[in-house]
């Protein structure tokens, strides 16, 4: 399972809060996830980060 965040991103910082071991903040303000598959025991975080972004910029690929 891999995520990749879209031009969507308001920069609400969410996602890293939810699961700070996939997903950070760039110095654009936005949020960036690893160019990887989601470790295994974060699956659920990385879940719950991409259910809770508010403008649904968190997109499953693979
Ligand atoms: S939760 Fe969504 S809008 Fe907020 S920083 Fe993460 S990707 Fe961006």
Do not use: R, W
Request: net charge negative; proline share 6%.
């Amino acid at each position: 399972m891999k995520y990749y965040v879209n031009e969507n991103c308001i920069g609400c910082g969410l996602c890293v809060s939810t699961c700070p071991d996939y997903f950070t903040m760039a110095d654009t303000g936005v949020a960036v996830a690893m160019d990887a598959p989601v470790p295994v025991e974060h699956e659920g975080e990385a879940a719950n980060a991409a259910y809770g972004c508010p403008v649904d910029a968190i997109e499953q690929v693979g």
